[in-house]
């Protein structure tokens, strides 16, 4: 079974396709949406994960967060 975390996430914004491969990616993605004052706690998770758990929570939080506000995300196959 493929790693979750290894494969690219594709978020699409304003129309505009964005490939993230990393969660560092997704961070820097969540600060500059116009929305991010309300990911603040969603940031200092994702930075925190320093674990493979941890990093697939991150993940996870971060589609579901992503899904809550309508931003469309898919992991790529």
Known sequence: MPNPNTRPMHVRSVS????????GEAVDFLRALP?????GM???VIEAADAPEL?????LAFETF?????IPVRLAS
């Open 42 to 44: 969603l940031i200092e």
């Open 16 to 23: 505009t396709p964005v490939v993230l491969r990393s969660m």
């Open 66 to 70: 992503a899904s809550a506000m309508r």
């Open 35 to 39: 929305i991010a004052e309300h990911a």
């Open 55 to 59: 990093e697939r929570r991150a993940r």
